[in-house]
Structures are given as C-alpha cells and as structure tokens.
T-cell receptor, first 118, second 114 residues
Framework: AQKITQTQPGMFVQEKEAVTLDCTYDTSDPSYGLFWYKQPSSGEMIFLIYQGSYDQQNATEGRYSLNFQKARKSANLVISASQLGDSAMYFCAMREVHGSGNTGKLIFGQGTTLQVKP | DAGVTQSPTHLIKTRGQQVTLRCSPKSGHDTVSWYQQALGQGPQFIFQYYEEEERQRGNFPDRFSGHQFPNYSSELNVNALLLGDSALYLC?????????????FGSGTQLSVL
C-alpha cells in the first residue's frame, strides 16, 4: 500500500532563512506523482509543487524546490528566503496511479506545521 | 476566474441527522473529488466524480454518498451523522488540461456533529 510519512510535526524558521520539510514515501508502483500543498488557517489547500517519478530534474516553483531522492524514496520541500506568510501547515501527498492512468486519489501525510519568526 | 467554491463554510448538526455539502469546480474542470480532514490530520479521500458517475471510492461507509450534476458541480451527502464525522470536508477539482492533472482545493466546509 502507498504511504506518505512526514516526521516533523512542527518546525520553526527565522524570516529570510531557508527551511527543509521532510517527506518519505512508500510505493511499489514505478510511476507516481508527488505533491506539496500548503494549508493556511483558512483551510484551503494551496498547490505548491509537483514531481513526477520519471522527472530527471528536481522541480522548482519560485521559492519552492523539491529535493527528490528516488533511491531513498524521499521528496523534501525546500523553502528559500522564508516569509511571515509562509507560516502554515504543509502536506506532502502522492497520487495513486492505476493501469488506466492517473486517479484523483491523493494520499496525504500527517503534515508539518511551519512557523516563521520575525 | 473563480476557483473551487464550497458551501456552506460552517455547519452544525446533531447525531443521526443528514447533511448535504456543495461544491462548484474551477472553471474548465470536469472532475470533482471529496476529502475528509479530521483535526490535526491529513485529508482522507472519500470519492471522485467524473461524467456524473462515481469513478473511485475510498474507505468510507455507504452513509457517504455523492452526486455530480451536468454542470460538473457536486454534492456530498452524509446520512445518520456520527460524532466522528466532525471534520473539515474539502472539495477538489481537476481536469485533463491541467499540468500533471493537479488538484485545486476549495476552502472546505467545517462540519460539527453534536
């Protein structure tokens, strides 16, 4: 069964510094997709970044980058130059893939609460 | 361009009652998924609707049912509410034209069962 593990319940970072949020995954499928979402107190899940299992390069989206280490089954999120508005819950997720293609089912980790200090 | 909209934002019900939650997908999206997020947990997949049919279902009892309308909007119905059904219910939409078919989420409906 597919599984996502986020081992950091809470993290603190100083404003303008970089922070890494850990994510490990378990799957026997050779094809899968990994996502990071941000959830502020408003509740909405905001898409941050995506990494496909066959992508040769690590994904980047502005201040967000994904450190993808396939052999170790890890997909850590790196946020550079942290801002106060980055304070939120962060979820790593994996898309379940069936033989017929992508499904709409994302499997989420437990999340990491990030607090950015001024 | 409106994103995913959900209504109501908050709801209070008592045990045994029935509830209906509503979702309008992002413009251009034809697939709607529903997730349940208990406090302090990650979201759990309930089911997905495409072309007005349930295409995939997570590990939820039959008390949870849904519907998708021709305009792609969707409803989530929960019967015989239990205290444990208290959670944030998130709707997500997607479409084949989205890169990597990523999901766009609404702000959710906070359901409290007393």
């Amino acid at each position: 069964a597919q599984k996502i593990t986020q081992t950091q319940p809470g993290m603190f970072v100083q404003e303008k510094e970089a922070v890494t949020l850990d994510c490990t995954y378990d799957t026997s499928d050779p094809s899968y997709g990994l996502f990071w979402y941000k959830q502020p107190s408003s509740g909405e899940m905001i898409f941050l970044i995506y990494q496909g299992s066959y992508d040769q390069q690590n994904a980047t989206e502005g201040r967000y980058s994904l450190n993808f280490q396939k052999a170790r089954k890890s997909a850590n999120l790196v946020i550079s130059a942290s801002q106060l508005g980055d304070s939120a819950m962060y979820f790593c997720a994996m898309r379940e893939v069936h033989g017929s293609g992508n499904t709409g089912k994302l499997i989420f980790g437990q999340g990491t609460t990030l607090q950015v200090k001024p | 361009d409106a994103g995913v909209t959900q209504s109501p934002t908050h709801l209070i019900k008592t045990r045994g009652q029935q509830v209906t939650l509503r979702c309008s997908p992002k413009s251009g999206h034809d697939t709607v998924s529903w997730y349940q997020q208990a406090l302090g947990q990650g979201p759990q997949f309930i089911f997905q609707y495409y072309e007005e049919e349930e295409r995939q279902r997570g590990n939820f009892p039959d008390r949870f049912s849904g519907h998708q309308f021709p305009n792609y909007s969707s409803e989530l119905n929960v019967n015989a509410l239990l205290l444990g059904d208290s959670a944030l219910y998130l709707c997500a939409s997607s479409g084949v034209l989205e890169a990597n078919e990523k999901l766009f989420f609404g702000s959710g409906t906070q359901l409290s069962v007393l």
